[in-house]
Every structure is written in C-alpha cells, then in structure tokens.
C-alpha cells in the first residue's frame, strides 16, 4: 500500500537528514499525494513519515472524501492480553521468526482471543502473502477484522475464511455468496445431514460454472457414502479435466463402489503372480475406459506410458487385491516381481495406502526401505514421507528413538520424517534421547558437520520439546560451553546450536506466559 518509499523515509526519519538526506522521490500509487513534493527539511520528513505511518495502521490509503458505510462493530470476544499484544507487534516487525508468528496465532486461537485492532491491517498484508496463516488470521480477527477486510478486495480471503469456520451459515449463502462461502455452507450441512448436501449439490449441478464444480463436488469427501456415487460418476464425463479428477478420487475412496471395481479388474489382468513369480504386463494403449476412470494418458518426465497407467490404476485398486500374490504387505514386497517394475508397483502401494489410510501398508514400505538412500527420486521421498503420519504415535516415537541412539549419525532425513510424525510435544524419553544424541553429536562431530546438518533438525526440535525440557536444555548448553572451554575452542558450532535452542524454547516459554 506505501510502497517501496516507507523503507527509506522512515530511515531519514529516525537518524534525521542531517545523517541522511532526504533526496525526494517520485512515488505512485494511493499514497503518492502524502510524500510528493516533500521537501529536505526534518519537519517535511516527520511530517510525511507521520502520514504514512497512520495508513500503514489504518489498513487504506488516505482519501479526500468522507467515507461512507457502517462504523465498525464492536467485539464480543476478549483481545489477547496487553503482553502478548506486544509481542505480535514486534513479530510483524520483523525483529522474530516467521515460525513464531505462527505459534502466536495458534496459542490466540486455541484460546478464543482476538489480536489488537491496530495490528489487523499488517496481519492481512502477511496472510496475503502466506495462505498458510490465513485460516488462522482470520480466526483472530474478529467482528473488525470482517469490517475491514470488506473494504479492501485484496483481504477477501479474511470474509471466506471466517464463513468456513462458522457452523451455523446462513442458507441465503448458498443462493448468493461466494464460491468459498457456498463451500463452507455445503461443508457444514454435509456435517449434519449428508443426504441434504447431496441434495442441494444434484439440485444445481447441471447449471452450475464448471470451474466452481470441482470445489463444491469435492466436499463429499466428508461423510462419503454409496448415495454419492451417481453423482460422481456422472461427473467423470464432465468437461472439465479438475471435475473429473475429483471424482475419480472420490469413487477410488468409495468401498464397493463400480469405479473399484473396475480398477480391481485392470491390476488383476495386468498384474499376475505365478506362485513363483509375479508378472506384469501393462496395455499398450491408453483406451477410451481408462481416461474416463481418470488415468492421464501422458506421464510426467523420466516415467514409461505403460508404467504411469500401470501405477493410477494399481493406486486406485483396494489393497485388499495383493492378498493374491501374498497374505501381508512385508510378504508382498518381498515377491519376486518381474525385473523393472518393482519402483512402479512400490509407488503405487505408496499412494493406495495413503489413499486408504493404511498404517500397516505405510510400516511395510518404510521398513524396505521406499523412498529412502541417495538415489531415491524426489517423488518417492514426498510419498515416503506422507507414509510416516499413517504409523501409530507410539511406533513413530520408539522408531526416532531407536535411531538417534542407534547411531551418532543417523540418517537425518529419516530422522526428521519421524520427528515430524511425532505429536507434540514430544513425550520425556524422546527428548531425553534426542538431547542425549545432539550431546553426543556435538562432541564426537566436527562443528562444520554441526552447523550443515544438525541445525536443520533445530526447529523441530523447538517445536517438539515441552516447555517443561527447557531446564534440561540449559543444563546441556551449559555442559557443551563447558566441554567447549575446557579444549579451548571457544564458540563452536555446538555452542552456537545449543545457545540458539535455549533462545528459541526460551522465547516460546515466555510467549505462553503472556497468554496467561
């Protein structure tokens, strides 16, 4: 909204001209009347400095109309206290980690609290820039924050954040809101009363824009029943390639439904086990069945045709279908398929059991290995990673702590899958053992090997430790410095990482008091 002048006006502002002249500037925009023709004297540069200042906070540029419309509301929820109120003021200064900005507004929502008013403006343009946050923006910004946020286009995305988290929507939102304000009111009438939902979505269906269908058909995700199927499998002849792709996916999840079926009937053709062997033979062409199931025909960069139609489909099928090659996943990854094809069908076991949500599939994979060494492809390492949130809590914290003691140099990659998988915060013996591995690592490592690859483990562990562990934590920078300073070499790298956790834990610890 300043646009890039504020930087260097508010730096002449605060050491004075005489230590930075104000050389002027050509500015356009909203706020090109507030610092044109301002002249080099210090009282112009506070002048002006002060003016854009105001519609920095204010969230709009000066206008010389009145403004017309309702006043703001007023609030019915509590601010966040007068502590925690600056401390956001000074995470959107930039003087804190982006990180934290995420944990503050999380702590604000969890507790039902709105953020300051004078903050709302510059929590947007962050949320604007950072979709992530905007769920959880518009959560604290209140009756004001929808206020404001209707008199800038660029902050609608506050007005169809705050619909979604309503329960209660107005039906009249379904006639004549926006697209994500008719999604919020279908999710939450699907919510309650699934075959209502699938009313009113039948209802409009053939009148409705084709690029709003796929948002709206995709909320049969939740409640997904066999009432659904017509209608999905209506929309796997729609026009428009996303609707289709929605609806292949939906009827891929729908147990029993024709679309498993048919894919059932394509893996058991295509791939056959000969007692000894297991023997796989894609079609040499894509037919006109397999597009329409929502198989794409072209497949991405460095993968065969008959190996990309071979692993949609294979993806798509039940794994209850494998129990005819072997009677568990370890049994069947363990076949012996058919020379080249073994990278193809592991992918497709990744993603059937991410599809259908099956912990003892992702165990199997992640135990042989998928996904993992050197020469892994980038896209195996992403679906290995989705394999790690399917494994139960207690499994995923024995496994990181098996590895960190297992080794002073464990693979770290698998390592922070693990961590990630691991609810927060973390229960005591896996800090203890991932404060004992980083002890080890820092005296048994070279600091350069610190600084590379322990450090990326820094946040994670910031987020995984209890506010309870920071004690446990001082006591151990205190026993690095000490180890440090006894061999004399000063600020190593292990010094520098412990001093950063406590600052980080530290910080975290005291920004929980202020929510107190």
Not at 480 to 504: F, H, I, K, N, Y
Request: glycine share 8%.
């Amino acid at each position: 909204m300043t646009g890039s002048i504020w930087p260097e006006l508010h730096a002449t502002a605060l050491i004075g001209t005489g230590r930075k002249p104000w050389r002027g500037a050509s500015p356009t925009g909203p706020t090109s009347d507030l610092v044109a023709g301002v002249g080099p004297d210090d009282a112009d540069v506070l002048l002006a400095a002060g003016a854009l200042t105001v519609a920095r906070r204010a969230g709009t540029p000066p206008s010389g109309s009145t403004p017309t419309g309702e006043p703001a509301p007023a609030e019915a929820r509590r601010a966040v206290p007068p502590a925690a109120a600056t401390r956001l003021r000074a995470l959107l200064g930039g003087t804190s980690s982006g990180e934290m900005l995420g944990v503050w507004l999380r702590l604000a929502v969890d507790r039902d609290l709105i953020a300051p008013p004078d903050q709302l403006p510059a929590l947007f343009q962050v949320a604007h820039v950072q979709p992530p946050l905007q769920s959880l923006v518009a959560a604290v910004a209140g009756a004001r924050g929808a206020w404001l946020a209707g008199l800038r286009p660029e902050w609608r995305f506050i007005l169809d954040a705050q619909a979604r988290q309503v329960v209660d929507l107005d039906p009249r939102i379904w006639d004549e809101g926006t697209l994500p304000a008719r999604v919020a009111y279908l999710e939450s009438l699907r919510g309650r009363d699934p075959r209502a939902a699938l009313a009113r979505l039948t209802e409009v269906w053939a009148s409705e824009p084709p690029a709003e269908r796929a948002a709206l058909l995709a909320v049969l995700e939740t409640g997904l029943n066999s009432d659904d199927e017509q209608l999905c499998e209506s929309a796997l002849d729609d026009r428009r390639k996303e609707v289709r792709a929605v609806a292949a996916d939906l009827l891929g999840r729908l147990p029993g439904s024709a679309y498993q079926g048919r894919m059932t009937a394509r893996v058991r053709e295509w791939v056959v086990s000969t007692g000894r062997r297991v023997l796989v033979r894609p079609p040499v062409e894509c037919d006109a069945a397999m597009r329409r199931d929502g198989i794409e025909v072209k497949p991405p960069p460095g993968t065969g045709e008959r190996a990309w139609w071979l692993e949609q489909a294979a993806a798509a099928a039940p794994l209850s279908v494998w129990t005819s090659i072997a009677p568990d996943p370890p049994a069947v990854l363990a076949a012996a398929i058919e020379p080249g094809w073994s990278t193809t069908m592991c992918r497709a076991w990744a993603r059937a059991a991410i599809r259908f949500g099956a912990p003892d599939w992702a165990a199997a994979l992640i135990a042989a290995g998928f996904g993992s060494g050197p020469n892994a492809e980038i896209h195996d390492t992403a679906l290995a990673a989705s394999l790690y949130d399917l494994l139960p809590a207690d499994a995923v914290v024995d496994a990181a702590i098996e590895l960190v003691t297992r080794s002073s140099e464990p693979d770290l990659t698998r390592l922070g899958r693990l961590l990630d998988a691991c609810p927060a915060p973390w229960p005591a013996r896996l800090a203890d053992a991932m404060l004992g591995y980083l002890h080890q690592a820092i005296r048994e490592s070279h600091p350069t090997w610190i600084q590379a690859r322990v450090q990326m483990l820094g946040q994670t562990i910031v987020n995984g430790l209890a506010l309870d562990a920071l004690a446990a934590v001082v006591t151990l920078a205190d026993r690095v410095r000490a180890d440090a300073d006894a061999a004399g070499l000063g600020q190593t790298g292990g010094v520098r990482l412990m001093d950063s956790l406590v600052r980080s834990i530290s910080d975290r610890h005291t920004m929980f008091q202020e929510f107190a």
